[in-house]
């Protein structure tokens, strides 16, 4: 905080680093972000608002020069905000950030921040102080709590050593799926770059889908063998299913998306329920979005899946002699299958058209 040029330039370097190594992750994981924050450059608007909360009281100043805020009448205890030496703490950043958020996307109507359960009372006490500081927009501030992930090694934690790295993790889940996919032996005809991408899309799959399926507010013990297992609740599975599905749309030698008459047929009682149950995705998203849970969209996923698999061995498809039958089946596997794209690129995970 000093700006000694010989400390900034250091920092710059090592710090330069860290962001070019995140960025290799997420862009391995697909994921990506509009804008970011850092804290280098919104710590000094947090000790401005400082002062601000000084001069009106809110804040008080201790003898050595700190600052604190005093929450023992909010059943929370004395946060310091201002280091006696004039430095900031994080919650002096924090309060920066979210302030300079709100500048920057004036209409956004609330932040939720997804960090872990180990930060709750931090939380707690940022959201106390930014009411308190008079912003109304503090009561759509929301903190996703979610567990922590352990592993049959040990906990996924950096600052206890245990640390497992993310690229390790995600290597390790491209080998698994490697190896399951050549035990079952389907890849005949892929080039080595088709399969090496189907390898990963599976092993990003499984990873994802696995630590998703579970409410954010548990606590996870990740095992990457079961999480790649082509049954159960799993990714692959999934995957395996619309796959699946692709084969049956490719082998339609007609034109299936025409419209028919459903008057004339009687539904099999497998088709009610495959029909029942996609019904139920938008109020499904709703409900994901509402409850901050993508697990509702995974098990959802997972349970159309299931219906459509028994619908699949109870009723004959392409084999179908009535071709309204056989025109609506294939209709309905169609619909399936774009219903687990959809759900599937909410939670970020790829599905491959043959496997």
Do not use: C
Not at 313 to 318: A, E, R, T
């Amino acid at each position: 905080e000093a700006g000694n040029p010989e400390v900034m330039a250091l920092w710059k370097t090592m710090n330069q680093w860290v962001y070019d190594g995140f960025g290799t992750t997420y862009t391995n994981l697909g994921v990506n972000f509009d804008s970011y924050y850092y804290e280098s450059n919104t710590y000094l608007l947090g000790k401005d608002v400082v002062q601000i909360g000084l001069e009106k009281g809110i804040f008080e100043k201790d003898p050595d020069g700190s600052v604190w805020i005093d929450l023992t009448p909010d059943g929370l205890d004395r946060k310091i905000v201002l280091r006696s030496d004039g430095t900031a703490v994080y919650m002096t950043q924090d309060i920066g950030t979210a302030i300079q958020r709100v500048k920057d996307f004036p209409d956004v109507g609330g932040m939720v921040y997804t960090v872990g359960n180990e930060q709750d009372y931090h939380f707690k006490v940022l959201f106390l102080i930014l009411q308190k500081l008079g912003f109304d927009w503090s009561k759509n501030l929301f903190h996703l709590s979610y567990g922590m992930v352990d592993l049959p090694s040990g906990k996924m934690k950096s600052r206890e050593g245990t640390v497992v790295d993310a690229d390790d993790l995600m290597n390790e889940m491209t080998e698994t799926a490697q190896k399951i996919s050549e035990e079952l032996g389907k890849l005949e005809g892929y080039s080595d770059a088709e399969k090496a991408k189907l390898y990963n899309t599976i092993g990003m799959g499984a990873l994802k889908y696995y630590i998703l399926k579970v409410d954010p507010k548990k606590r996870i013990l990740f095992d990457p063998e079961e999480s790649v297992d082509f049954a159960g609740n799993t990714g692959p599975f999934i995957q395996y299913t619309y796959a699946r599905i692709q084969s049956i749309l490719r082998k339609a030698t007609f034109d299936y998306n025409k419209e028919v008459s459903t008057s004339s047929v009687s539904l099999h009682i497998k088709e009610k329920e495959l029909i029942k149950q996609l019904e139920l995705y938008p109020d499904i998203i709703q409900q994901a979005a509402k409850n901050f849970s993508p697990a509702l969209i995974a098990n959802y996923t997972y349970d159309l899946v299931k219906e459509f698999n028994s619908f699949y061995q109870n009723v004959s498809i392409l084999g179908e002699t009535d071709e309204t039958k056989k025109t609506i089946r294939v209709q309905l596997a169609s619909k399936v299958a774009e219903i687990i794209k959809s759900a599937f690129s909410l939670l970020g995970i790829d599905v491959p058209n043959r496997m």
